[in-house]
């Protein structure tokens, strides 16, 4: 096989993470794949994304309704919305897929984390119907996607869990127990009638599907937590609003209402009550590190302007040759450097857990036989069956073990937390010592504070994921238990 | 309800302090958002014009000049209070009155009446690279607040010495106002910024050392107030939320790190108010830059925390936590930076 030159982004990743230098010595084309993604997220930042960054921030704080829609169609051209999607599938999703995710996601955010969150929701939005093994849905919903996207036209997908009142609540088991929960999905013939209201769901108002998190009786949102596929186009089903947010703009947070939308008993995502583990935890486990891989973005776009800052000459002079400015980039670059180690450790343990699931021979098999007869009625039927979801549950629990996943969890959260806090640091610092003037990058960086801000909240306030970090790896009150044919799991 | 520890102050800031809130309950805070959205709406104009009611607009000049006549800890109340509402009010009428002063300070009492006739405030162009020479004015400021559209530039010489304060009309040839700044904080103070190609002066005033001190004091001073009231505003918000939120089975209010958290943010509000009237005391330059440095500081961790409390409401318009954090960032990065006031700092204590 020819071996492909690596660029000037590939060779500088690489000096930013060594470790991964050292893997493609055993794994070049496993590791290119992933340098090939952060090179395609940077051409989409350099084409598609600086130009207008700027501009649409403005523009979306006078109109927050408006939506860029060619974010979305941009990045089908690197085929950005398969990549949590699994290879066998036809996706990008291969060996290393939480951290090609969180590289891409630093690299896109590093420009603009609102355009960067728009593509990274949707991913997010696709990860209930791979944990829940929801194996019909893949040949309907992300084959849409995968090959939509190879036409030019963009299907995305959000993911709602939030509620008006429970938003830390809905992100920890415990919690879960004593939450005000208004959403429910009533059970009724056929399948389940949705009621309530979602809020603040990145990228809510574009997404063709949505996973949506409900309890089938509210008063018991522990026991009847389960997770289901809705189609925007579902009666019932509408988007009243979206918020005006301080930053990460270009993402909409939508609101969500649901009238009494019917839901077939076909869309329930794994089984009624499983939705704890299966749409929540380990989701939450698999993406809080690719949210750290955000803010790291944040973090080094704010470093990345101040560095240009510090070098454009003002009254004379250039900031940068003096010491203090040198050694806060150095700072800066410092805190950088240790959030990448963070979403690193989390997406390298994310990948060893998810690899054996999603790309094992096993689960390609499953692929060997054609698509004609996988998503034909009779196969669709099987795998919907409670047959066909505990033969998807058990492969899964074969690689995917409780305890790697509760550990993923506390590397996820303490990535995140860590990660978010270092972005605010960052981005804070390089005001103070830029002060107001008139420079286009200060212009950036106070983009950048303002987006940073956000990844301290969303995906669990960052108490929440400090409390996450605790329960599952110093007090070990909280084990997560994968959902088997058996088993509905915690 | 919290209480936000009063200091005990003497009967006419007593006065002062409960007249302002008036005026911001009844001005400002009803407008604060939509100021914030656009500051050029005559709403906000009609609420700077009734600042004048307050003696807000020429509040350092002395009474026999026309003036307010308020002393240093006097104006810090009032902009602590008006601050909070907006302050983004509170930073334009800073501006304007420390871009008074130097006149006041000097008995100028031409340039006083020409910007007590006017009909917008006064734009300080402080700091930059301005260099008065044979009857001219040449260079630029970078970052001027009131600059977008003011009568009126007032600004100090740089590099020369002896330093000369300057008073421009806003309309002269040769000075160009460029107010494509994209401000994400203080927004009713409209920045822009200047370039001055051989602008004829109004008036001049040499030997400006003592007033361009005088001046960048009371900026210092006015902003830690600002923040002041920033804080307050953010601490009495996010104990009202944590009061009314269920999380975790219980009112927020009742978890002890946020307990913690609301703790922090009196503490800093405390810590800035005794500060503030510490450095209102000395007439010196350093105890009013330390106080910046500190009460700014605290203010910015205090309306990024009370958003933290607010979780994802606070990050939304909605909720009016998010431009407490926007403003309190700008009171932090005006007139300089933490760390050139430090080496300032030191400077001045090796000269003593």
């Known amino acids: 096989m020819l071996q492909r030159e690596l660029s000037e982004r590939g060779k500088e990743l690489l000096r930013d993470f060594p470790v991964l230098a050292t893997l493609r010595e055993h794994d070049r084309s496993g590791i290119d794949g992933m340098i090939k993604m952060v090179e395609d997220a940077a051409e989409y930042n350099r084409l598609y994304s600086e130009p207008i960054a700027l501009e649409l921030d403005e523009r979306m704080e006078a109109e927050p309704d408006f939506f860029e829609h060619e974010i979305l169609e941009k990045a089908c051209k690197y085929r950005f919305l398969s990549m949590a999607i699994p290879s066998a599938l036809g996706g990008l999703a291969d060996k290393y897929m939480v951290t090609a995710m969180a590289l891409a996601c ?185 949210v750290g891989a955000i803010a790291t973005g944040i973090a080094r776009g704010a470093y990345e302007h101040f560095l240009a800052w510090a070098r454009t000459p003002c009254n004379g002079k250039r900031p940068i040759d003096e010491e203090r400015i040198k050694m806060a980039l150095v700072d800066m670059k410092a805190a950088v450097q240790q959030s990448r180690g963070m979403y690193l450790s989390h997406s390298m343990a994310g990948d060893a857990i998810f690899r054996g699931a999603f790309t094992s021979p096993l689960f390609k098999s499953m692929f060997l036989m054609p698509r004609a007869i996988r998503a034909s009625k009779p196969m669709s039927g099987l795998f919907n069956s409670d047959y066909g979801k505990a033969m998807v549950n058990t492969i899964f629990r074969f690689f995917i073990k409780d305890e790697e996943i509760t550990d993923l969890m506390a590397l996820g959260s303490l990535a995140k937390f860590s990660c978010a806090d270092h972005a605010m640091e960052v981005t804070s610092r390089a005001l103070e010592l830029m002060g107001a003037d008139d420079s286009i990058e200060r212009r950036w960086v106070e983009k950048c504070y303002r987006d940073a801000k956000l990844t301290q909240i969303y995906e669990g306030t960052n108490q929440l994921n400090r409390l996450a970090f605790y329960d599952t790896r110093i007090g070990k009150t909280l084990n997560i238990e994968v959902p088997g044919p058996f088993k509905r799991g915690v | 309800m919290a209480r936000i520890p009063e200091i005990k102050e003497e009967e006419r800031y007593r006065i002062l302090r409960e007249t302002a809130r008036d005026y911001a309950a009844r001005e400002l805070a009803p407008g604060a958002e939509q100021f914030d959205l656009d500051p050029a709406s005559p709403q906000l104009k009609e609420a700077i014009t009734k600042a004048e009611s307050l003696g807000m607009l020429s509040a350092l000049v002395p009474e026999e000049l026309g003036g307010g006549d308020l002393d240093a800890y006097a104006f810090c109340v009032a902009l602590e209070e008006m601050g909070a509402e907006s302050a983004g009010v509170a930073a334009a009428l800073l501006v ?181 009237a510490r450095a209102c005391a000395s007439e010196d330059t350093a105890p009013a830059m330390v106080t910046w440095m500190k009460a700014t500081r605290n203010g910015c961790k205090a309306a990024i925390d009370g958003v933290q409390i607010h979780g994802g409401y606070g990050y939304m318009r909605d909720y009016g936590m998010e431009r407490l954090m926007r403003d309190a960032k700008y009171c932090q990065m005006y007139p300089t930076t933490d760390q050139e006031a430090l080496l300032k700092l030191l400077e001045l204590s090796e000269s003593d």
């Open chain 2, 96 to 276: 304007h009155n420390a871009a008074q002063l130097p006149l006041a300070l000097s008995e100028h009492r031409e340039g006083i009446s020409k910007i007590a006739s006017a009909s917008t405030l006064a734009c300080l162009a402080h700091p930059g690279e301005l260099a008065v020479s044979g009857g001219e004015v040449n260079g630029r400021a970078p970052f001027a607040f009131n600059a977008a559209e003011s009568s009126f530039v007032i600004l100090f010489s740089s590099g020369g010495v002896p330093v000369t304060v300057v008073m421009v009309s806003g309309e002269t040839d040769g000075l160009e106002v460029s107010t494509d700044l994209h401000q994400m904080g203080l927004r009713p103070a409209r920045a822009g910024s200047l370039q001055f190609n051989g602008v004829e002066p109004m008036a001049t005033i040499p030997q400006g050392d003592r007033l361009q001190r005088a001046s960048e004091r009371i900026l210092h001073l006015g902003l830690a107030a600002i923040a002041t009231g920033i804080a307050k505003k953010a601490f009495s918000k996010a104990y009202d939320y944590a009061c009314d939120r269920y999380q975790a089975g219980s009112k927020i209010i009742k978890h002890q790190q946020m307990r913690v958290m609301l703790g922090e943010m009196l503490a800093g509000i405390e810590e800035n108010r005794a500060m503030i």
């Open chain 1, 106 to 290: 630093e690299e896109l955010c590093s420009c603009c984390a609102g355009i960067g969150l728009a593509i990274a929701a949707h991913s997010l939005g696709v990860s209930p119907l791979l944990t829940s093994g929801a194996m019909a849905h893949w040949e309907t919903v992300l084959y849409e996607i995968v090959e939509e996207e190879k036409k030019g036209k963009p299907v995305v997908m959000a993911y709602a869990i939030t509620e008006p009142s429970a938003g830390t609540d809905v992100e920890e088991p415990e919690f879960l127990k004593m939450a005000d929960i208004g959403m429910e999905a009533r059970k009724v013939d056929g399948g389940y009638l949705l009621n309530g209201r979602k809020c603040f769901i990145s990228g809510g108002s574009e997404a063709k599907y949505i996973t949506v998190c409900a309890a089938t009786d509210r008063t018991r949102p522990m026991e009847t937590w389960s997770t289901f596929l809705v189609d925007k186009d579902m009666e019932g089903f509408s988007c009243p609003r979206v918020e005006l947010k301080m930053g990460q703009r270009a993402c909409h947070a939508a609101e969500l209402l649901f009238e009494d939308v019917f839901v077939p008993k076909s869309h329930i995502l794994g089984y009624e009550g499983d939705g704890i583990a299966n749409g929540m935890l380990i989701v939450l486990a698999a993406s809080r590190g690719p």
